[in-house]
């Protein structure tokens, strides 16, 4: 019995360090890909849900491997966090966002925003806000049209490291929203002492609009805090028109998915910004 035992722990073992080694060659591969510039970003369109016409659009990574396989943001955003690395890969989507940004008011759209995905990791390092400013400086865009989005789990952390630091990047110009809205635990009070602008509705409550008769309550919920917090309220992962008639009906400012716009590559995005009316 005691022989089997041990062959067991010892698959287990064989299990974990499998799990560890695939990790270990993922973020291996990420580094080189980041190295050989094999990340690049697209861009979705956000909308007004009154005139839906576009008011800007969310930055996201893409990892193409040179055999062509996408690798999702989702599969390899974590490990980046955890090694560190994101702190790099971060400064490089902020300092590419900015520039993009810069080049649509060339392009004639001074006034489209441009929302930047911000990691805890990132967030909490302390030169993240000399990165910031040294984005916004070198790239020559609108520090008022940028926009970071950073999740309620950060709100949640680090209370006075974050109000601080949060001020501090406001004197930028740039705006903050509350990403995945709704899925953490924030506390209303405190959350009335964050200095930010946008609370966005997670996707998973969009979801639920028109799926059952109490479908829209938690959209319903946000949409009313932010209201009353003075906040602007956009919606992400809208997939239909009923959604997106429901979530404006309902007081909702701006949506943004795949309803209105995949996320797309900068020249597609020029292209699609051109066949929407003004
Ligand atoms: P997120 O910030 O919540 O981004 C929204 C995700 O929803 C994106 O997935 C987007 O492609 C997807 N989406 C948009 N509209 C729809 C829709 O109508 N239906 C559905 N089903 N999905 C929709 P993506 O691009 O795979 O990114 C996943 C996550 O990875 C992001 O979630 C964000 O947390 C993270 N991420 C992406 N880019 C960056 C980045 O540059 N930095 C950091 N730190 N995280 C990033
Ligand atoms: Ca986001
Ligand atoms: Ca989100
Ligand atoms: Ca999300």
Sequence with gaps: AKERNRGEINYFT???????????????ALRKAFDNERLFLMYQPQVDLVTR??????ALIRWKKDNGEFVPPDRFI??????????????????????KQAELARAGYPH??????????????????????????????????IELEITESM????????????????????????????????SL???????????????GFVKEIGESERGAQIPEMVIQLGNNLGLK?????????????MLQKLGCHEAQGYYFGR????????????????
């Design 233 to 245: 309220v956009i919606a992400e992962g809208v997939e239909k028109l009923a959604q997106a008639d």
């Design 155 to 186: 709100a949640m952390l680090e209370a006075d490291y974050l109000l601080l630091t949060l001020e501090k990047l406001k004197e930028t110009g740039i705006t903050v929203a509350i990403d995945d809205f709704g899925t953490g635990f924030s």
């Design 14 to 28: 064989l299990d974990m360090s499998k799990e560890i080694q695939e990790k270990h060659n993922l973020l291996q």
């Design 263 to 278: 996320p797309m590559e900068f020249s597609n995005l020029l292209d699609w910004l051109g066949t929407q009316s003004p």
């Design 112 to 145: 489209l925003r441009m929302a930047i995905n911000i990691s805890v990791a990132q967030f909490r390092h302390p030169r993240f806000p000399f990165m910031l400013k040294r984005a916004l400086d070198d790239s020559g865009c609108d520090p008022t049209c």
């Design 189 to 203: 009070a405190y959350l009335q002492r964050l200095s930010v602008d946008r609370l966005k509705i997670d996707r």
């Design 78 to 99: 974590h490990l980046a966090e955890n090694s560190g690395l994101i702190v790099s890969i971060g400064e490089w989507v902020m300092r590419v966002a900015c520039h």
């Design 53 to 58: 016409s576009p008011i800007g659009m969310e």
